[in-house]
């Protein structure tokens, strides 16, 4: 699977994920600060999915 269709199921996924958190929210009218960050949490997934299949055990380049 290329890393562009994994993108998009993640991306969709989170997308409906964080609007059923935020009417979650609203049903208990809990505030919360809500600051957007640099990646979207769709972007972050990814990049956490490709790297437990890329098969490294860390980011570091010295421990390969």
Same mark, same amino acid.
């Given at each position: 699977?290329? !890393?562009?269709? #994994?993108? $998009?199921?993640?991306?969709?996924? $989170? &997308?409906?994920? =964080?609007? $059923?958190? /935020?009417? @979650?929210?609203? /049903?208990?009218?809990? &505030?919360? *600060? *809500? *600051? *957007?960050? =640099?990646? $979207?949490?769709? /972007? #972050?997934? !990814?990049?956490?999915?490709?790297? @437990?299949?890329?098969?490294?055990? !860390?980011? +570091?380049? +010295?421990?390969?």
């Amino acid at each position: 699977m290329d !890393t562009i269709a #994994i993108f $998009c199921a993640i991306d969709d996924f $989170c &997308k409906g994920f =964080e609007s $059923c958190g /935020e009417q @979650h929210l609203l /049903e208990f009218s809990l &505030k919360l *600060r *809500r *600051r *957007r960050g =640099e990646l $979207c949490l769709g /972007e #972050i997934m !990814t990049i956490v999915v490709g790297f @437990h299949l890329s098969g490294y055990q !860390t980011f +570091n380049s +010295n421990s390969i």
